[in-house]
């Protein structure tokens, strides 16, 4: 049993990890910026450390500061979170080298999975449906053009170290490609310092369906069902729930078994999200490995009746996986929506500054992660996401309408949210009638 865990992040999830490490008696110690230490998680966490100040960089992003605060408070393990540290292999060595655990998968796995290209292989080896592309690396621009060609247009050319959208272009034809590419490597350097490159045929107005596992160090492996997050802007997700309204039993019960497939296949352990995309005529490939806990649990959470976070520990202390695959069972319906500080009448603008009034919603099957409370300064650094209102309920239409009422309930005054668009988006017709695709934000902004 571990007696303390460091959580290396900040926000709605150190809160969500400090809840599950008070459920299990063990203790939490929290890292901050200077920025943060009115936050929530530093005020709940049983011990706190400053870990610098400024940009990410200089405070969460900073490894060696994080493993000192680690090692200065005895901490047994650190759990990440998502976002920041959560998938650096080189931070997981780290932590290995000084007697850390670190919660979630081996350094090797994350170096396997993290490049976009080396996951595709190792995907296409054991049986996985990936897209039409490239199975090597790809460094320049003429080299990506020949194969494009071979390939068929439209196509997408990937930053292989990439993510969040960022090292993305869709070329359309030979006229294009050049420009795109060099623009994709360039985005992919100055972000990940990396300029490797894959290409893959772009699948028009999918939708992105992804499925929750979790495995343990005993070989049992369980897939807890998926979620469609095909709602996005900039690929970056607005709305997920589960079960998805896109697919099929048939695909469902194929979809979970490839995810277990992929996992297996790199030894993975702890909790992950095969991603997957599905085309129109309802054929899915996988398109990514994301190696830690996902913004969007939560989903999972409420419709399988289990304890992401909690497992994620357990697994990480050694023990086996408290349910099997034929205990998960998915019940009703959970929708999501990310609740961000910003200003969508201005391109989604950040909208930091001091929350001056707060209501959240409550309720049966209404749940609200956040670490916002009325005085409390969201500050510039940092994503501007500040909540997420998740609802469960029997059936689809009847998660529709208590997440219309739970939006409508809350309130935040003193900063501009993206509240009433979220709002605007549960009484969408295309959405409500489950036909919403990853085009589907794109559309409706150039109508307004």
């Not at 901490?75 to 290995?96: M, T």
């Not at 469960?392 to 998660?399: E, F, M």
């Not at 809350?410 to 668009?421: H, P």
């Amino acid at each position: 049993m571990f007696r303390s865990i460091l959580i290396a992040n900040r926000g709605e999830i150190a809160v969500r990890i400090i809840r599950a490490c008070r459920n299990m008696g063990i203790k939490s110690i929290a890292v901050y910026s200077k920025e943060d230490k009115d936050s929530l998680h530093v005020q709940l966490a049983d011990r706190r450390v400053c870990i610098g100040e400024g940009p990410a960089k200089n405070s969460y992003l900073n490894m060696e500061r994080i493993i000192s605060a680690a090692k200065n408070t005895d901490a047994d393990a650190i759990h990440p979170g998502f976002g920041f540290l959560s998938e650096n292999a080189d931070f997981v060595r780290l932590c290995k080298e000084n007697g850390i655990v670190f919660i979630g998968p081996s350094a090797e796995v994350i170096d396997s999975m993290g490049n976009k290209s080396n996951a595709r292989k190792t995907m296409m080896e054991a049986g996985v449906p990936v897209v039409p592309g490239t199975k090597e690396p790809v460094y320049d621009a003429a080299t990506g053009e020949k194969l494009a060609d071979e390939i068929g247009y439209p196509v997408m050319i990937k930053a292989s170290s990439g993510g969040g959208g960022k090292g993305m272009r869709v070329s359309r034809s030979k006229e294009d490609f050049e420009f795109n590419f060099n623009t994709a490597q360039r985005e992919s350097a100055n972000a990940f310092g990396d300029d490797t490159m894959y290409i893959e045929k772009f699948i028009e107005n999918p939708r992105h369906v992804e499925i929750q596992i979790m495995a343990d160090g005993h070989g049992n492996v369980v897939a807890l069902g998926e979620r469609d997050c095909s709602v996005q802007r900039n690929h970056q997700k607005l709305i997920e729930e589960s079960p998805s309204p896109a697919i099929t039993e048939k695909i469902r019960k194929s979809m979970n078994h490839d995810a277990i497939l992929a996992a297996k296949a790199v030894g993975y352990t702890n909790a992950g999200t095969i991603e997957f995309i599905l085309d129109p005529k309802g054929t899915y490939y996988f398109m990514e490995m994301n190696t830690r806990i996902q913004v969007e649990h939560g989903v999972t959470e409420m419709v399988t009746g289990t304890d992401l976070i909690i497992e994620q520990i357990r697994v990480a202390m050694g023990m086996e996986l408290s349910f099997t695959q034929e205990d998960v069972e998915i019940n009703g319906h959970a929708i999501e929506c990310r609740i961000n500080a910003e200003i969508p009448e201005k391109n989604f603008m950040p909208s930091p500054g001091v929350i001056k009034h707060l209501h959240l919603p409550a309720g049966n099957g209404v749940r609200v992660d956040t670490a916002i409370y009325t005085g409390y300064c969201i500050p510039s650094e940092y994503d501007s996401m500040i909540a997420k209102v998740i609802v469960h309920a029997p059936d689809r239409d009847a998660a529709l309408q208590k997440m219309r009422s739970a939006l409508d309930e809350m309130v935040i005054l003193g900063i501009n949210t993206n509240l009433d668009f979220q709002y605007q988006l549960m009484n969408n017709r295309e959405f409500c009638e489950g036909k919403a695709d990853t085009g589907f934000i794109e559309r409706l902004l150039k109508l307004d």
